[in-house]
């Protein structure tokens, strides 16, 4: 007999990018979307096309371009909500209009307004008008764990009679616990008439650690579609990681007894793609897609995973993306030697980025001794920092001068879009600070900067370093990132990668802090 299966919708670029911090380009979110595809993810929330026009642009080009997964569009109960989001989806081959409101006695009173009653009917009306435009209803009761179950059980039924297809049950404020929200889900099931004319779905915030743990739990009773985002990303303490939930029902199908879509060998290269065009690094103890979830630095671990590897490991790091070994590669490899090893890794170049990404390689190897697979994904996010973003100056040469009794100074030469070059050089109060002031004397565009981190991102001494930059203007914010194994060269780099950002956005993107499941 075959086994359900369980949904998964992915809302890493709506609530995602509603963690502070995040805002991401039009290109950014297609890129990701196109990546969520290759994962097999049933569900991509685009974006919440009434927030901004920078979210209905990237909503809408979403829709055109990514044509497998169900395509959807957030949009609070109004009507006006709703129509964007339709014009924004209409064009995907198939659309999803998701609408929600607050459920909770708390939210209704503090922030609707409204009484009860009022707010069903708007619910109702929501749903209809979505209806009217697209086959695929899904609606959502904001803070559903802290709303009467009673009322909460008459707003289910009414939303599915009015043409809901998926009614979803958040747990927007991380409130519930995983014995209660299973049976918060087992009432449901039992105490709305008409609830096996949808599929019930749960949305978790991550507020006391519990969103995955709910998540599981909901699917246990019944539900048949989980929300959440790539590495937990979300408002405040994140959504569930849909890693971890993937990755729970495909190794516990004992347990489970469910099935999803999901090619989990494209999980770890989701990750990476999403932290490394947010800029929110993936911590190294994270379940499935952190740097030590299959490293063992015990002895006794050690000897036992050499014996036999499920001692240790209860899945393969190969079944969710991770390369099982590394092939050394140094100055005296060539192209072919480099194009395999990308391939294995996931990266599959046309010929001109192949031969930017050996130039590239090259000039590591001339650095490092060997060049590993961290190496290898380090460059590519380079790369494709440099490809994504338009090139309105770029970098030439740097030179740093600094030490104990010396005022910090830098030299810095950039190329124009025309071709022309331009050198300058300042001191600051320390080598990165002159730098910077350098590039500004050249750019001659103000900005603040408002947060820098370095990370290595391979080990030893000739450790490859990635800088992360935000600045600000106008009240947008402009994330950068630059790779390379001097420290000054890559903070060059970000600060010219967040530069470019600036000086090409002509609207800044952005979204809306509207409340949402």
Excluded at 86 to 96: H, T
Excluded at 207 to 223: H, P, W
Excluded at 368 to 382: F, G, W, Y
Aim: glycine share 6%.
């Amino acid at each position: 007999m075959a086994r359900d299966k369980v949904a998964i919708f992915d809302t890493t670029l709506r609530d995602g990018e509603q963690s502070a911090g995040i805002g991401l380009t039009t290109p950014e979110k297609l890129e990701i979307a196109k990546q969520l595809d290759r994962l097999g993810v049933d569900i991509i929330e685009a974006g919440f096309a009434a927030s901004s026009p920078g979210d209905f642009q990237a909503v809408q080009t979403i829709a055109a371009e990514v044509r497998r997964p169900i395509i959807a569009s957030l949009a609070r109960c109004y009507p006006d909500d709703v129509d964007q989001a339709w014009q924004a989806i209409k064009d995907a081959s198939r659309p999803r209009v998701h609408v929600f409101i607050s459920s909770s006695d708390l939210q209704i009173m503090a922030q609707l307004r409204k009484d009860p009653e009022q707010v069903l009917e708007i619910a109702v009306a929501s749903v209809e008008r979505a209806k009217s435009y697209c086959d695929d209803v899904e609606f959502s009761p904001m803070d559903a764990t802290r709303t009467d179950a009673q009322y909460l059980y008459t707003m289910l039924e009414a939303v599915i009679n009015a043409g809901a297809t998926t009614v979803n049950i958040p747990d927007t404020v991380g409130y519930t616990f995983p014995a209660e929200f299973a049976e918060r889900i087992r009432l449901i099931k039992e105490n709305v008439p008409n609830i096996d004319k949808a599929v019930v779905s749960v949305h978790c915030h991550n507020d006391l650690g519990m969103s995955v743990a709910n998540s599981l739990a909901a699917v246990t009773a019944g539900a048949r579609q989980v929300e959440g985002c790539i590495n937990g990303l979300g408002e405040r303490a994140g959504n569930a990681a849909l890693e971890e939930v993937i990755m729970g029902i495909e190794t516990r199908k004992d347990l489970f007894q469910v099935d999803t879509n999901i090619d989990t060998r494209q999980i770890y290269r989701t990750s990476r793609l999403v932290s490394d065009i947010t800029g929110f690094p993936v911590q190294p103890n994270k379940a499935i897609v952190g740097g030590n979830a299959f490293r063992h630095a015990s002895g006794i671990h050690q000897d036992a995973v050499i014996k036999e590897r499920t001692t240790f490991e209860i899945m393969d790091p190969r079944s969710v993306g991770w390369p099982s070994n590394e092939l050394v590669l140094g100055k005296l490899s060539g192209r072919a030697g480099l194009r395999v090893r990308l391939e294995e890794l996931g990266y599959n170049l046309e010929q001109e980025e192949l031969n930017d990404a050996f130039e590239q390689f090259k000039v590591l190897a001339d650095k490092k001794r060997e060049v590993t697979d961290a190496d290898l994904i380090a460059l590519m996010s380079s790369q494709r920092r440099t490809v994504d973003v338009p090139a309105v100056y770029t970098l030439d040469h740097v030179q740093v001068t600094a030490g104990s009794h010396e005022v910090p100074t830098a030299t810095v030469r950039l190329t124009s879009a025309d071709g022309s070059t331009t050198t300058d050089a300042a001191t600051g109060t320390g080598p990165v600070d002159a730098v910077y002031k350098a590039i500004n004397r050249i750019v001659g565009v103000t900005n603040k900067l408002t947060e820098y981190r370095v990370d290595s991102v391979t080990e030893g001494i000739d450790a490859i370093g990635d800088v992360t930059i935000r600045i600000e203007k106008d009240d947008n914010a402009y994330i950068g990132r630059g790779s390379d194994t001097d420290i000054m060269v890559a903070s060059a780099k970000a600060y010219m990668n967040a530069l470019n950002r600036m000086l090409a956005s002509s609207n800044g993107g952005g979204h809306t802090d509207d409340p949402s499941p």
